[in-house]
């Protein structure tokens, strides 16, 4: 049963950069398109951008163009999303999520603080 | 882009009431919507995708429904395991915008 892993949790300092992880174990990212979605304390949901690995083509929200990146390493299965030029309204739980939110990874905090 | 907006933002109902949450999009997202619960702390679940498909392991008290920029989360019987905040999302173009969220809380 394929599950999304995403790394641990990470401070930072404002102004520098975060590269979040999620790798598909047990199984491999396939075609389905892999988002990212965060959610700052107390807030709603909100989707970041995708990523359909095996086509490389990706989508962001117009809120973190230019800020955020997602890439995909289809050797290992794993996805990635890092973020650039962080603030300290940055902070917040980060989730990859498959598709339609079928499959969704643990989550990672990131801290953004001097 | 697509913006939704639920209705209401927050409710408190009693255990066994039939409870509805709304969502309506700026403009039609076709089938392409789905509700997810997030209890406190956790991470979200699927409930329903495509406007009224149950999601396996998901209680048959939910149920989705509605067309073109209207949907609806029915859930028919409140249960004390139901308190969590309920979001919809369009998934038909990008960016896949969310809700802001229902918050559900038993009286």
């Known amino acids: 049963q394929v599950q999304l892993v995403q790394s641990g949790a990470e401070v930072k300092k404002p102004g520098s950069s975060v590269k979040v992880s999620c790798k598909a174990s047990?199984?491999?990212?396939?075609?389905?398109?892999i988002n990212w979605v965060r959610q700052a304390p107390g807030q709603g949901l909100e989707w970041m951008g995708g990523?359909?690995?095996?086509?490389?083509?990706?989508t962001y929200t117009q809120t973190f163009q230019g800020r955020v990146t997602i890439t995909t390493d289809k050797s290992t299965g794993t996805v990635y999303m890092e973020l650039n030029r962080l603030r300290s309204d940055d902070t917040a739980v980060y989730y990859c999520?498959?598709?339609?939110?079928?499959?969704w990874g643990q989550g990672t905090l990131v801290t953004v603080s001097s | 882009a697509i913006q939704l907006t639920q209705s209401p933002s927050s409710l408190s109902a009693f255990v066994g009431d039939r409870v509805t949450i709304t969502c309506r999009a700026s403009?039609?997202?076709?089938?392409?919507l789905v509700w997810y619960q997030q209890k406190t702390g956790k991470v979200p679940r699927l409930l329903i995708y495509d406007v009224s498909n149950l999601q396996s392991g998901v209680p048959s008290r939910f149920s989705g429904s509605g067309s073109g920029t209207d949907f609806t989360l029915t859930i028919s019987s409140l249960q004390p395991e139901d308190v969590a905040t309920y979001y919809c999302?369009?998934?038909?173009?990008?960016?896949?915008?969310f809700g802001q969220g229902t918050k559900l809380e038993i009286k």
């Open positions: 047990g199984g491999t990212l396939s075609t389905f398109d």
């Open positions: 999302q369009q998934l038909f173009i990008y960016p896949h915008a």
């Open positions: 990523i359909i690995p095996i086509f490389g083509t990706v």
């Open positions: 999520a498959r598709h339609r939110g079928e499959l």
């Open positions: 403009q039609g997202v076709g089938s392409s």
